[in-house]
Each structure stands twice: as C-alpha cells, then as structure tokens.
C-alpha cells in the first residue's frame, strides 16, 4: 500500500522500539512541552495531523500509530487498555520524554487512561476527547453501534478497496469535504486502508471503568465530551467528578470525533487548559 499523507520537511518520522514492538511516529520537534497524541480506532496518527500543526508552534507534538494501526506493527497478541499502555510508556522511554502531556481521544483516551493510572506521576497533563464510558445512561448510542461488530469484515473490506472508493461510499467522508476538510478525510481513508485484521481484538478486550480509574490519576486533566442532552450530562459530571484534579467541558455542537465536528471551540478549551498546566 502507499503512504500518501505528508508532513512538513523539517518534522521527524520513525519508527521506534516500545513494549517489544516497532511503533511508528512523527514529531513536531521544538523547545515546548511535549503532548503525545493517541488517536481513535481505525485512524493513525496522521489523523490528527491538523491538531499537531495547530499545536506545534508552543509545542513539541508527537503522532503516534497504535498497535496494529498505521505503520506500527501488529503483534500477534492482545490489544486491550493494558497493552496498549504498555505500548504508550514504552515509547515515552524510547523518546526519553519525562513529562508529556498525554492526549487521547476514544480508544486513544482509554490507552491514555490507563497508561496514566498506572505511572501517574509521569504524564505532566491528561487530555481526553470523548472517552468511552460503558455505564448506564452515558454513551448509549456510541455503545449501541458497537465497531466491534463484524469488524474483520470490514477491515478486509476497507483493504480491498482505493481511497476513492472509501471517500465515495462512507458518507462520513462526504460530510467532513464539505465542512472544508477534504484532507481530513482522505487521511481517515488512508488510515482504514492501513489497518490490520488484529485490530478486531481491540473490540474483544474491555473498556476502562472510570470510576475505578479515575482516581489513581493524579495530573490535571481536562475532559472534552460529546454534546449531550442534560441528563447524560449531569450523569458525565459525575463520572468526572472521581478525578482528584480534573474538569469536563462539553462542547455544544459536535459528536463523537469533537476535535472534527467543532474545531475552533474544542481548539480553545485545549489551549486554555494547556496555558494552566
């Protein structure tokens, strides 16, 4: 298959060696803080590429591909929260990165999680875009529309098939080209073309429990959440509230994918949290 996204000339882009297997980055470089992106199922990094280069004026962003997703690879094991930690600290020790700022968003948001519930004096900050949450009366429709289901079908599916057609036949795709990211979406095609059959072992493993999680997390984390109606907001304030330093922020308008669906404000309530952290 081809790579075709590209990033700017002067960004780093390797591999490295983390939890026993190779995972595959791009870093911004400069002399800011370091916040390692951790992104959806079925994306890569590369996904959030639009982020980075928002960011990567007052920070040294890093882009990496989960286990199974993009360039990394896809061992023959599990691909649960804890591994995929594993995976997150290795590659903190392999970039000798001491106090990133940790940002995750659905599966990336569960990795970070737990990742910074088992090392919690190493993430210097916590960000999380819509985690998943598999309790009554929050993400109901998220856990409804389950992607585990068939979902080797549709990665092989996705594999057999040209960026072209992706983009033609997911009206999600169609959506985001007409909100002026076209670009967006073809990396999100590229990314599907990517994925490997063991990433369905994603959908085999459980979700964290934040309220068990929670509150062995010890760095200030910011919350970015789905709209929702108030009554499954005040269910996530609760959930939120087992974090020791935290605070969540819906953002009225977007979905799943905040970042996607409202830019601008999600882009703000980042940078406000950052400037504090």
């Known amino acids: ?11 780093e882009r390797r591999s490295v060696e983390a939890n026993g297997i190779q995972l595959h980055y791009c870093r911004s470089g400069g002399s800011g803080p370091t916040v390692v992106v951790s992104h959806g199922f079925t994306d890569d990094g590369y996904c959030r ?67 910074a ?30 992607p585990g289901a068939g979902i080797e ?4 599916w996705w594999r057999d098939h040209s960026v072209e057609e992706l983009l033609e ?9 007409e909100r002026g990211q076209p670009d967006l979406a073809r990396r999100v095609a590229e990314a599907r073309r990517r994925l490997r059959p063991e990433v369905g072992r994603v959908s085999d493993a459980e979700f964290v429990d934040p309220i068990e999680t929670y509150g ?24 939120a509230a087992s974090l020791p330093n935290g605070r969540l922020v819906h953002v009225e308008g977007a979905g799943h994918c905040v970042f996607w669906d409202e830019r601008e404000r999600a882009t703000e309530e980042l940078r406000s949290f950052l400037a504090t952290v």
């Open 49 to 115: 590429l639009d982020l980075a280069r928002e960011l990567a004026t007052d920070f040294d962003v890093v882009l990496y591909d989960a286990r199974g997703h993009g360039r990394s690879d896809a061992p023959d094991g599990e691909y649960g929260p804890p591994e995929r930690a594993g995976d997150l600290l290795g590659l903190l020790d392999a970039l000798a990165l001491e106090d990133p700022i940790l940002f995750g968003h659905s599966m990336g948001a569960d990795t970070v999680t737990m990742a």
């Open 117 to 146: 519930a088992r090392s919690p004096d190493r993430p210097r900050a916590v960000v999380l875009e819509d985690p998943v949450w598999v309790l009554d009366g929050v993400n109901d429709d998220l856990i409804e529309g389950d």
């Open 169 to 177: 036949a997911d009206t999600m795709f169609r959506d985001l080209a």
């Open 1 to 11: 298959m081809s790579f075709q996204t590209q990033i700017p000339d002067d960004w």
């Open 153 to 156: 079908e549709q990665i092989a």
């Open 216 to 239: 062995d997390i010890e760095a200030p984390t910011l919350i970015l959440k789905a709209d929702a109606d108030e009554a499954e907001r005040e269910r996530e304030r609760e959930v």
